[in-house]
């Protein structure tokens, strides 16, 4: 019996150690976990709405990997925010897969960054400035001027893309990307089962160069009850049709960067932003903005000390109903300081021009410390 139990003793350490001796798969090896932590002071002097406070502007951790050699995978969740405003509570940002096997040609599928601008696809921490340019955040599903979800510029679809025609350095020259998505924004389904076609090119005539075109073409729906023009109840699925274009450029050189952009949009809106599950069913629209909008940005990073201090101004307008009458400007400058890659410190003087206010002109200040890990 002694015998026994030691042969069986010594049998399950020869398998133990055979096990830990055994390699775990090459995938899971491929796996990293990142992520970034923005914590911002911000001091407003709007005429009757003054504020000042501390806030966290994100907490996102990503779970990002390889499968083989061909596959991509990224996982994103976004961790403030509540759960009483849907437009802040926690969830998922990205969650997609994407074949890599060849440069001209890959394919993602899943919830990620709508093809639309050069800004969009930007992370918040490496973007530069307090917030994205307000026609993007207007124009391309962050705080969305249809009335839709706020998305972080993602939607739910399938894309292709590529980079091609090499030159005699092997840089490519060309890149195109196009996808297919719900047009209702992140982790929705599809209402009016009509498809939004996105996509965007763009030539790289010199390194760090890119001059480009963007198209979006697609709708907005929910359904519900509104009120149509004869003073009648409807109820059904309301669906909002928007096109939208973007004129692109930027050029990177010796730690500078340089960005500008204009976004045309055509496209009614619903009165009611999407904040909770409860305005999914509020399709009345709001008429007094009309079908249009559009706005341009201009920016230069510049440094001061390279790759430590960086000073920067950008001009951003939007016109939420394509009138003057209806801008809104900002004049910004500040300054960014890099302690290492893991920390940086963002600061920003804002002078605001805001047309639709009683008193148009106000200061806005910004100070945002970040995290990486």
Not at 322 to 335: A, D, M, N, P
């Amino acid at each position: 019996m002694k015998k026994q139990l030691m042969m069986a003793l010594v049998g399950s350490a020869m398998m133990s150690t055979a096990v830990a001796q055994t390699k775990a798969p090459a995938w899971i090896n491929n796996v990293k976990l990142s992520g970034y932590v923005m914590t911002q002071y911000q001091y407003s002097g709007q005429d009757g709405a003054e504020s000042n406070g501390f806030n966290t502007r994100f907490i996102r951790m990503t779970l990002d990997g390889r499968i083989a050699t061909d596959w991509y995978w990224k996982i994103q969740l976004q961790a403030n925010g509540n759960s009483s405003t849907l437009s802040l509570s926690p969830r998922a940002v990205d969650a997609f897969a994407e074949w890599q096997k060849y440069d001209f040609f890959m394919v993602k599928v899943g919830q990620f960054k709508r093809p639309f601008t050069f800004e969009s696809p930007m992370s918040p921490i490496d973007q530069g400035f307090m917030g994205f340019a307000q026609s993007v955040s207007k124009l391309s599903y962050f705080s969305d001027r249809s009335g839709a979800i706020a998305s972080n510029g993602r939607d739910l679809g399938l894309q292709i893309q590529g980079d091609f025609l090499k030159n005699s350095a092997g840089r490519n020259l060309l890149h195109y990307q196009v996808g297919v998505f719900n047009g209702q924004g992140i982790n929705l389904k599809d209402v009016d089962q009509r498809k939004d076609i996105i996509g965007g090119i763009w030539v790289m005539p010199v390194a760090g160069m890119r001059i480009g075109v963007f198209g979006s073409e697609g709708s907005y729906a929910r359904k519900g009850t509104w009120t149509d023009e004869q003073g009648n109840t409807q109820t059904g699925t309301r669906s909002l049709p928007q096109h939208r274009y973007a004129l692109s450029a930027e050029y990177k050189f010796s730690d500078w960067t340089v960005r500008s952009e204009y976004i045309h949009s055509t496209g009614k809106a619903f009165k009611t932003a999407y904040n909770s599950s409860a305005d999914a069913s509020k399709c009345d629209v709001n008429e007094a903005i009309g079908n249009k909008a559009d706005g341009v940005y201009a920016l230069v990073i510049a440094p001061v000390i390279t790759k430590k201090l960086y000073a920067k101004a950008r001009y951003d307008l939007y016109r939420n109903d394509g009138t003057w009458s209806g801008s809104r400007t900002q004049y910004e400058v500040g300054l960014n300081y890099v302690f290492n890659k893991n920390v940086l410190l963002n600061t920003e003087y804002a002078r605001i021009n805001d047309r639709t206010l009683a008193k148009h002109n106000y200061d806005l200040v910004d100070v945002e410390l970040d995290v990486k890990f």
